[in-house]
């Protein structure tokens, strides 16, 4: 093989690599059911929290989202709701964006998942992040400069959620977050419809995450351009997502 031949492999296999690199979501099958799972290392990847815009009102959609983001300079590589919200589309529990409280966390009772107790928070700080069960979090002192509260947990400390059990017959197209380690974010939707114990043993036995957080069901939405994917079904309210230089 000459000397150009060579050169022009190199530099495929340079592309090939750096594209699977930047490459954030895959198809993903368990236990007969389908999702999409999207991995991210805080150590390269910045990822962001969005819910008001420049004139204080809710984003309340990728597209929005993307168009901010454009007048900077950016694009939107990457976004999914990231919690549960009111009928303003601002978050129903605590709610932090750039290192700013926007909510304080939610430690009342009531119906709903949200209040299906444990619930939880996910933050993210720097190169750090993770998802903890709301009380260990509110004890633990953290400071992040993204955060956000939803629930219930799907997976706390290894363990499922108490409530859960194998035969649930409430069916939802599910959204959650879970972190297997101190600096990864793993964000997974499904692609039909699961119950809570099926959908928290994704994360327990095949993502292996110790602690996992649902973020919603029904309006569970994916913004991925490298799967060519940007799904509109219902207004938003917080959206996680992660920009990129034009």
Known sequence: MGWAARLIGAVLAVLLCTARA?????????????????RFDLRKDRLQL???DAE???YG????V???LSQVGQALSFAMNAGMYGDDLRPIGLYVENGRTLRKANRRDGPGNFHMKPNGVFFIDGDRAGVMETEAFLASGIRP???SQSGPMLVVDGKLHPKFSSDGTSLQRRNGVGAPDGHTLIFVISE????????????QQALNCPNALFL???ISSLYAPELGRSDDFAPLGPIVGLARPR
Request: proline letters at 2%; hydrophobic letters at 40%.
């Open 216 to 218: 919603d069901g029904s």
């Open 145 to 147: 400069q993204y955060a």
């Open 22 to 38: 930047e490459a954030h979501c895959a198809a993903q099958s368990f236990e007969g059911n389908d999702y999409t799972v999207c």
């Open 192 to 203: 039909g419809w699961v119950n809570f114990h099926s959908f928290a043993r994704l994360f």
């Open 56 to 58: 204080g009102k809710p």
């Open 66 to 68: 993307s168009d901010a």
């Open 50 to 52: 969005f819910s008001l």
């Open 61 to 64: 959609s990728f597209a929005a």
